[in-house]
T-cell receptor
Framework: DGGITQSPKYLFRKEGQNVTLSCEQN?????MYWYRQDPGQGLRLIYY???????QKGDIAEGYSVSREKKESFPLTVTSAQKNPTAFYLC??????????????FGSGTRLTVV | AQSVAQPEDQVNVAEGNPLTVKCTYS??????LFWYVQYPNRGLQFLLK??????LVKGSYGFEAEFNKSQTSFHLKKPSALVSDSALYFC?????????????FGKGTRLSVIA
């Protein structure tokens, strides 16, 4: 089945550590996105990529980094510079060409907790 | 700039009664509009979208939404609520002629259907 897979489902980070969240899709989608979800704040865009080896900052990129070396993969690194990383992280993808106008397909999310 | 407002943090409705979850938007030009649903600790699932055409859009699980250009609204509705409809609902928007800019999401409305 085609889909978008996020791993791990739960992740614990110690103070000062960098951690990487995985996002893989086998939908042949062009664009991929990372959102952060906090209670009462909805979804806030961290980074997005519309083509391999290119990505753009979203509204809250500080303390995060990404790469897009393959079309299928868009990992997110939460660095030690992110002072409040505890949140639910969602990855999404969408095609950018074709006859339709598409919404996003979302992964199941990764819950990151600082311990 | 694009924005979405979901004026109600929480909507409570009795099972079998009609439900409405409100959404208003702001974009330059014509909008693409979407509704998504999220169950606990899961990603977002697509419900329905408005691109062009009929103002009443029908989607998954018996949901529908009415596009009102003069009021810049896209309220989600269902004639008869089920307990299983209890979830977090997000409205999202993108301008029709904005290229491939990312969707902007509202803060979400928690729907609670009481048996």
């Amino acid at each position: 089945d085609g889909g978008i897979t996020q791993s791990p489902k739960y992740l614990f980070r110690k103070e000062g550590q960098n951690v990487t969240l995985s996002c893989e899709q086998n939908l042949n989608h062009d664009a991929m996105y990372w959102y952060r979800q906090d209670p009462g704040q909805g979804l806030r865009l961290i980074y997005y990529s519309q083509i391999v080896n290119d990505f753009q900052k979203g509204d809250i990129a500080e303390g995060y980094s990404v790469s897009r070396e393959k079309k299928e993969s868009f990992p997110l690194t939460v660095t030690s510079a992110q002072k409040n990383p505890t949140a639910f992280y969602l990855c999404a993808s969408t095609p950018l060409t074709g006859p339709g106008h598409y919404g996003y397909t979302f992964g199941s999310g990764t819950r990151l907790t600082v311990v | 700039a694009q924005s979405v407002a979901q004026p109600e943090d929480q909507v409570n409705v009795a099972e079998g009664n009609p439900l409405t979850v409100k959404c208003t938007y702001s974009v330059s030009g014509n909008p693409y509009l979407f509704w998504y649903v999220q169950y606990p600790n899961r990603g977002l699932q697509f419900l329905l979208k408005y691109i062009t055409g009929d103002n009443l859009v029908k989607g998954s699980y018996g949901f529908e939404a009415e596009f009102n250009k003069s009021q810049t609204s896209f309220h989600l509705k269902k004639p008869s609520a089920l307990v299983s409809d209890s979830a977090l609902y997000f409205c999202a928007v993108r301008a029709l002629n904005s290229g491939n800019t990312p969707l902007v999401f509202g803060k979400g409305t928690r729907l609670s259907v009481i048996a």
